[in-house]
């Protein structure tokens, strides 16, 4: 037998789970429009395959993840694709989200399926990407893709396997249901998980306020002789919260920031197990679900099994609400989900609960008094807060010093804001305060990356501002180049025709060189006559020769000069 | 005397060893670039809109150090303003009007069948986030555009509008609580009257 530890805090609040398990679960009627948001689980929301016009069958993907982090979807029912674009869906916000809409035909027909007759046979790769294909996100919370949580890298050793069957919240009974009904569906679908991740322990932690589904999976247990060990855990909201639940049952406290994987335990829900179950055994993807139908404007207050896509006002319709009654219609239970004002939302996914309240059930809020600093919060908290101290952060705009203050811890159980004296909307506060954060973060990756751009952008300027004047550069250089190379062929032409100035010289030279021979060779003959040599013929002769040279080379030098002049 | 000496030796050396030790550690582990500017420049929007009257968020980040005004830029607001006035220990001030006031956040978005694709647009952004090439239809890539309204005047056609960035489920903020009747998170009372066993 395990040991049973505990979690900090937690609060006792009516668990009004009784009014919807008079009866057992009943199949949903099917819907003339099936709603189905493109975003139903955590991660990137799906791409769609279809086009408006298109014949689907049921269980067909008509849209495929986007990315890693995101999940299938499936045609629930055959019909015709009728509209792809906004439609209101299930969140807070109360906006539009791309959906696509199919017209159902009623014939529920359904696409080949592909089971797996033995999964153990098949390559654990195989067998996750299968999972993905069927769609199947975490059907407890808030609808990770379960194939993720499932394929573990290396690093991650599985120690232990939680199923988390301890549904803490008030009103909410789909698991109960489930538990009671289809203990088998759930046992095979751990098998699968286990076949997985190959845990040493496999748990299942319970709350005792459900003895029958206590029963029934024990029964199941103990008749299929499996290695699984069923805990019932004492009922105290929120045991079901997942890193409270782990407390409980194996007293290790997963770190701020961590996830239960990094301390070796996967945490898997009821819910999720049978839907593996149906898409290992079945082939069947995930296209419906159970959800709790509550609150005393409703006739009948049961479980139903719901396709998913399912308009919220055919639910209602179903389960013969009194609209004159109904003074509020939350989605979830009434800790952790939402107020909503729309009933054509569909169900999607991880949609656990619808409860149509009187006004004797879910009164208006008082309204808040100021914090009396009692500390009844912190009491409570089972993420071992400071929930006061986070109220004042968070009102002061002091989001900084929330943050210091672990506010992203809070799993907004809701458990300070129902023990608060003071009616001070809490949780509303730590909503506020972690979007306004989140919201700051991505805009600070949105500046960064502005940033990032811009100075690609100025380096690309200047890069190309570089380049233009490199190009300037080279088109001058060229156009030198090519005044040079002509200026080298006007050279080697002129050198054919005499140079006009060097002829000059030549010229003037020429005279003066005649000139002074004339001027020797009449010395000579000066010299020859004076003294009575002979030759002096011949003397005679070469004086007059040089005279006449002489005076032809003073000519042409006094002409070309006149030439010049 | 031998005391005094020895003591004023080993002083000496120590000086001289730790002041390698500085220097080298001075050398070896210096900030590089200008951290005040970038600190700056981390708190400035990078809308890049210029309103401040510098070609840009880090040009007014240089001048900011350098002893400029902290409410120049309009996209940041009071809020940057703020932030700034609590880096540098200054006093926050208002906004200064000259250069405009705080708007929404904006998104550009061409009517893409006016468009006659004459590249003005691109040449403007500051943070090519206009996609198109000449005489074809521009788009703006929605994720990449800061709003800073650059390229609005460039068009000659007109084709450019400013609008407000739409909220979806996923950027949608949660409001801060007000008195709001249908909160449903103040669970007193809620459930109380139908203990078990109530039905
Ligand atoms: S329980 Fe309410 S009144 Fe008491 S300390 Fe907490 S916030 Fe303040
Ligand atoms: S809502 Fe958050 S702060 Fe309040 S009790 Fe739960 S975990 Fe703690
Ligand atoms: S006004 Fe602000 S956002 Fe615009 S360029 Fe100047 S610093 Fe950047
Ligand atoms: S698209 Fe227009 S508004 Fe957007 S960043 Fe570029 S120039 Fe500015």
């Known amino acids: ?565 | 005397m031998t005391i005094i000496l020895t003591a004023i030796l080993i002083l000496l050396s120590l000086a001289v060893v730790f002041g390698v030790i500085l220097g080298f550690a001075a050398v070896r582990f210096k900030v590089e670039g200008d951290p005040i500017v970038d600190q700056i420049d981390g708190l400035l929007p990078q809308t890049q809109c210029g309103q401040c009257g510098y070609p840009g968020c880090r040009p007014y980040a240089e001048a900011i150090s350098n002893g400029d005004a902290i409410n120049k830029c309009p996209p940041g607001g009071q809020s940057t303003i703020e932030a700034l006035a609590d880096l540098l220990d200054r006093e926050v001030v208002p906004l200064d009007a000259e250069h405009g006031e705080e708007k929404p956040k904006m998104v550009a978005y061409i009517r893409e069948d006016e468009c006659i694709g004459c590249t003005k647009c691109i040449q403007a952004c500051p943070v090519d986030a206009i996609l198109g090439a000449a005489k074809q239809m521009h788009t703006v890539i929605v994720s990449e555009c800061t709003g800073c309204d650059l390229c609005v005047e460039p068009c000659p056609v007109d084709c450019i509008d400013m609008i407000p960035v739409p909220v979806t489920p996923s950027n949608w903020k949660w409001p801060a609580p007000v008195s709001d009747p249908n909160l449903i998170w103040t669970d007193r009372g809620r459930g109380h009257l139908l203990q078990e066993g109530s039905e």
């Not at chain 1, 159970?290 to 006739?299: D, R």
Request: charged share 25%; glycine share 6%; hydrophobic share 40%.
């Open chain 1, 1 to 565: 037998m395990t040991r049973i530890y505990s979690f900090h805090g937690g609060i006792h609040p009516p668990e009004n789970k009784r009014q919807s398990l008079g009866a057992p679960i009943r199949q949903a009627p099917l819907p003339a429009r099936l709603i189905l948001p493109l975003q139903q689980h955590i991660g990137k929301a799906a791409t769609p395959l279809v086009e408006v016009g298109d014949q689907v069958l049921k269980g067909q993907k008509i849209a495929e993840p986007t990315g890693h982090v995101s999940a299938a979807i499936h045609a629930p029912s055959s019909g015709i694709i009728s509209y792809i674009g906004l439609q209101p869906v299930p969140h807070a916000s109360g906006l539009e989200s791309p959906c696509i809409v199919i017209e159902t035909d009623g014939q529920e027909q359904w696409c080949e399926l592909h089971p797996i007759e033995n999964y153990r046979d098949l390559d654990k790769k195989e067998l996750l990407k299968h999972i993905r294909d069927a769609g199947i996100t975490g059907l407890g919370g808030a609808g990770f893709p379960t194939d993720i949580k499932l394929n573990l890298s290396k690093d991650h050793i599985v120690n232990t396997l939680i199923i988390n069957a301890a549904e803490c919240e008030p009103y909410i009974t789909a698991d109960d249901a489930l538990m009671r009904e289809r203990p088998n569906d759930i046992l095979t679908g751990v098998e699968i998980i286990a076949h997985l991740l190959q845990p040493s322990k496999i748990l299942i932690g319970i709350e005792d306020n459900k003895p029958n589904a206590i029963k029934a999976l024990r029964d199941a247990i103990r008749e299929r002789n499996l290695p699984i060990e069923l805990v019932v855990v004492p009922t105290r909201y929120p045991s079901g919260g997942e890193k409270q639940l782990i407390q409980l049952l194996t007293s290790i406290e997963v770190p701020s920031g961590s996830i239960p994987a990094d301390v070796g335990i996967v945490c898997q829900n009821v819910g999720t197990a049978a839907a593996i179950y149906r898409a290992v055994i079945h082939g069947e993807p995930l296209i419906s679900r159970i959800v709790t139908l509550t609150g005393f404007a409703l006739g009948h207050r049961q479980n139903y099994e719901a396709l998913i896509g399912t308009p919220f006002s055919v639910l209602l319709e179903a389960a013969d609400v009194d609209r004159s009654k109904m003074f509020r219609l939350v989605m979830g239970g009434p800790m952790m989900g939402i107020s909503i004002e729309d009933d054509r939302i569909p169900l999607i996914k991880t949609t656990n609960c619808i409860i149509a309240a009187t006004q004797e059930e879910m009164p208006p809020a008082p309204p808040a008094q100021p914090c009396i600093r009692c500390g009844m919060c912190e009491q409570v908290c089972p993420a071992t807060l400071l929930p006061q101290q986070l109220y004042w952060f968070a009102k002061g705009r002091e989001f900084e010093k929330a943050r210091h203050h672990n506010l992203f811890d809070c799993i907004e159980c809701g458990a300070c804001a129902y023990v608060c004296p003071s009616n001070i909307p809490l949780v509303q506060h730590y909503r506020f305060a972690k979007s306004e954060i989140r919201n700051e973060e991505a805009e600070q990756l949105k500046a960064a990356q502005a940033r990032e751009r811009f100075e690609a952008r100025q380096a690309r300027l200047v890069r190309e501002e570089l380049e233009k004047e490199q190009r300037r550069k080279e088109r001058a250089e060229a156009a030198a180049r090519e005044q040079a190379r002509k200026k080298a062929e006007a050279d080697s032409v002129s050198s054919d025709t005499p140079d006009p100035e060097a002829e000059l010289k030549k010229l003037k030279s020429a005279a003066s060189i005649a000139r002074t021979k004339l001027k020797k060779a009449s010395e000579a003959l000066k010299n020859a006559e004076e003294k009575g040599l002979d030759g002096t013929e011949k003397l005679k002769e070469t004086v007059a020769q040089l005279e006449e040279k002489a005076a032809a080379a003073e000519n042409a030098w006094q002409q070309a000069t006149g030439a010049e002049q």
